[in-house]
């Protein structure tokens, strides 16, 4: 199998397919149409959260986002045209948005995805990272035109990390939230915090500002949930040999969907080739990914896309099982995994490591 990249369906005569299964093409539209919360949050609720009895600011969040999100009933009335053909009536009240703040596993991604489900009228769900690629294809009129007919907009993983994405962000959300449209998002870093240490930030302190004004910061405390389970350090524990990853992928029978096997060098040139937005479409068809040999990625450029397949991976909830030839933390280069992207890379290994350890 080393060298071979394919999937194969479950059934007796298994259809092999090559990770070419789709093309670098896809549609705005189709994109837009999932945006809907990942597989993993199909039945998120603010009862389901699990809220660590040691960390009141839990139990706190699951309260006051109730209370925002039963306050979002659509509104019978025409909008004010605003952003070149639409215009603002009147200024908003105050911040329109709940800006979710807290560190790695505490829950802030399962709450984004109870407040979609509670919120009644047209409602989307999407990463910044999602969101930032949207705008890229559309254009900020357009993307700004389509996501105000929202009564809520859920995005995830907000971060500023260049000044490209920061007047996206600052044009997008002061445009949006001027009229009947929310916007509840989730981050590691402060409002009045974004962007520091990843570029000139400080030179934007009025455009961060700006978008700080649009949210009311709701501080989620608590330690990462994915290492209550486990000890701590041993981030590579779920990690096979290439043979017995080989083993496993043979034995392996999905649930649903199919099941892909890849060469990790000969998954990151396919990822090259295609959009980041096409990696959903990608995923779509398995059930489980099995990618052998786990490298050392000294180009950030293949890094960064492997990171959003992982969290396409993650939240879709497809079974994850690799072999590396070095140890998890290793795979991205000291030259840039502490600079202006850490907060990336953490979160990645930290779902990577929660994923090796799911039982098959």
């Known amino acids: 199998m080393s060298g071979t990249t394919f999937t194969t369906n479950t059934g007796d005569t298994p259809e092999i397919l090559t990770l070419d299964h789709i093309d670098a093409a896809v549609s705005v539209e189709e994109v837009v149409a999932g945006f809907v919360p990942p597989p993993r ?109 929202y009564t809520l907009v859920c995005v995830d993983e907000f971060e500023l990390d260049d000044v490209g994405n920061t007047m996206l962000a600052k044009t997008f959300i002061t445009n949006v939230t001027q009229g009947d449209t929310h916007i509840i998002t989730t981050s590691n870093t402060l409002p009045s915090d974004l962007g520091m240490g990843r570029f000139a930030a400080e030179n934007f302190r009025r455009e961060i500002g700006q978008i700080a004004a649009a949210f009311k910061v709701l501080r989620i405390e608590g330690e990462d949930y994915r290492h209550r389970n486990y000890q701590p350090g041993l981030l590579s524990q779920g990690l096979l040999t290439a043979a017995e990853l080989r083993a496993a992928f043979a034995a392996y029978r999905p649930a649903s969907g199919a099941k892909l096997y890849a060469t990790f060098a000969d998954l990151t040139a396919h990822l090259a080739r295609l959009h980041p937005i096409s990696y959903q479409r990608l995923l779509a068809p398995l059930g489980a990914f099995f990618i052998e040999g786990l490298s050392p990625m000294e180009d950030q450029d293949i890094a960064l896309r492997f990171v959003h397949l992982i969290d396409k991976l993650y939240d879709q909830g497809i079974h994850f099982a690799a072999s590396a030839t070095c140890e998890l933390a290793d795979i991205f280069s000291p030259e840039y995994r502490d600079k202006g992207y850490a907060k990336k890379y953490r979160r990645c290994l930290s779902r990577l490591g929660e994923m090796l350890q799911e039982p098959g």
């Open 41 to 149: 949050f199909t039945h998120a609720s603010f009862d389901t959260y699990q809220p660590d009895p040691k960390e009141p600011s839990q139990t706190a969040a699951v309260t006051q986002l109730r209370n925002y999100v039963a306050d979002l009933a659509p509104e019978d009335k025409p909008r004010a045209r605003f952003f070149g053909r639409w215009r603002r009536q009147s200024e908003p009240d105050g911040p329109r948005g709940m800006y979710l703040d807290g560190g790695y596993g505490v829950g802030k991604t399962h709450l984004l995805a109870a407040s979609y489900h509670a919120t009644s009228g047209l409602k989307a769900y999407l990463s910044f990272q999602e969101l930032a690629y949207v705008i890229g294809a559309m254009g900020i009129a357009a993307s700004v035109e389509a996501f105000q007919r």
